[in-house]
Structures are given as structure tokens and as C-alpha cells.
């Protein structure tokens, strides 16, 4: 479903220039629940970004859904991802002044998908949080903010999530019950990437990519 051939990534930062990705070859199928791993700076969240078309690559060749991404312009890319993709951060990233399920239709603002209340308050029953419909981020555990974001990112019914680092500001039992949907969601046929720090959560997934010094090693 996502093809990378030779994908590098460079930035500029002042005169330098920052390898991030060097010769990248990756497949990802259809349906997969994988975790991708290694140190700080190793281009893990680099990847994750160009899988999940926040960004291009600077060479190489990128396929989604048998179609050619790496030449796209933003305003298709925009389309690819809201219809495709799901993505959750660390730092959740929710709006302060909206409810829960606010929060979780927000991205419909942006595109021109209707979708019923009852779809959204189903989401939130998904993730567990029929009883906080109403309640603003500031009156939630970090648990409960992350699984908002998760219903948020399936509201547009994505075919792929894209977890960076999801669980890195959870205690055990939180990211327990985040792992779990995430694990669940794949069940359910969606494909799932998790960047993470804990190699016993990478361990559970079915498949771990090893990322250093922007180079794939497995
Ligand atoms: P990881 O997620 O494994 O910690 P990143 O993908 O965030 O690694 O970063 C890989 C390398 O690219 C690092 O050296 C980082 O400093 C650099 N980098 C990432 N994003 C940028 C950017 N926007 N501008 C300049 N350098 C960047």
C-alpha cells in the first residue's frame, strides 16, 4: 500500500545540510500493525512524515496505493491525506476550548464529508469515552486526551494511522489502553505504524522497522 524506493530526506539548517533519510527502501502492506524504532534523531518521525504525506521526499520515489506521491503538488497531497490517513502525536495536540467530541469532528471542518453526530458520540464510545462527551482537554487524564485524538484521527475513516510516538507521555496502564486500540483498529483491517520508545510494546506489534542514522537496518 505505501512503497518507498530509495527515499532521502535532507534539511537545511544554516549552511549545514542534515541528512535525515539516506536510500530508504520500504514496503508497507496493506492491513500491517508495525512499530518503528530507534535512538533520538535517528529520522523516525522524518519517515513517519513522509509515510504519512506531511512531507516529500528530497529524492526517491514514493508510491500510495499504487500512486506516484513524490511529485505531487499540496494541494493533492492535502487530499490524499485527509481521505487516507490518520495521524496521532505525543503531545496530542487537541483543541483547549472544545469538548471531546468537538474535538474529535474538528478535522470535518476542513473537508466537505458529512458525517452524523451519532458517528462521533460512536467513535467516542470506541475509545471509551462515552462519558466524557462534554468535557473540555483540561478536565482529562493524558489516557483520555490521547484517545480522543485517536477517535479524531479515525473521524474521516482513514486506511492507515500513523502513531508518533503515542504512548511517550503515558504512565503503563494508559498506554496499555492506548496500545490496545491501536491493536484493535488493526483487527479491524486498518493498517498501523507506531513510532515508540518501548520495545515491549514494539515487540507486540507484527512487525519492527529499525531506523538509524537514516538507514534502515531490518
Ligand atoms: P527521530 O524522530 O528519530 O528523533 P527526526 O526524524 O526527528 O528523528 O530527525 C532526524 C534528523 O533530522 C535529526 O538530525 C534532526 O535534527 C533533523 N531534522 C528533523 N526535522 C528537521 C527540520 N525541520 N529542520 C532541520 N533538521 C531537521
Do not use: W
Amino acid at each position: 500500500m505505501i512503497k518507498l524506493r530509495n527515499v532521502e530526506k535532507n534539511y537545511r539548517r544554516g549552511a549545514e545540510e542534515v541528512r535525515a533519510l539516506r536510500g530508504v527502501d520500504l514496503d508497507i502492506a496493506a492491513g500491517e500493525f508495525a512499530a518503528v524504532i530507534g535512538p533520538s534523531g535517528a529520522g523516525k518521525t522524518t519517515l513517519l512524515h513522509i509515510l504519512g504525506c506531511l512531507d516529500l521526499p528530497s529524492r526517491g520515489e514514493m508510491h500510495f496505493d499504487g500512486v506516484r506521491v513524490d511529485k505531487m503538488r499540496e494541494s493533492e497531497l492535502v487530499t490524499l491525506r485527509r481521505s487516507k490517513i490518520g495521524f496521532i502525536f505525543q503531545q496530542f495536540y487537541l483543541i483547549p476550548g472544545l469538548s471531546v467530541v468537538d474535538n474529535i469532528a474538528l478535522p470535518l471542518l476542513f473537508s466537505k464529508t458529512r458525517v452524523e453526530r451519532g458517528r462521533i458520540e460512536e467513535l467516542a464510545r470506541m475509545v471509551g469515552l462515552e462519558q466524557r462527551l462534554r468535557h473540555v482537554p483540561a478536565q482529562l487524564s493524558g489516557g483520555e486526551m490521547q484517545r480522543t485524538a485517536i477517535a479524531r484521527a479515525l473521524v474521516n475513516d482513514p486506511e492507515v494511522i500513523l502513531a508518533d510516538e503515542p504512548t511517550g507521555n503515558l504512565d503503563s496502564a494508559n498506554s496499555e489502553k492506548i496500545f490496545d486500540i491501536l491493536h484493535k483498529l488493526h483487527e479491524n483491517g486498518l493498517t498501523v505504524l507506531m513510532i515508540t520508545h518501548n520495545p515491549e510494546l514494539a515487540g507486540r506489534t507484527d512487525r519492527t522497522i529499525q531506523i538509524r542514522d537514516g538507514v534502515i537496518s531490518t
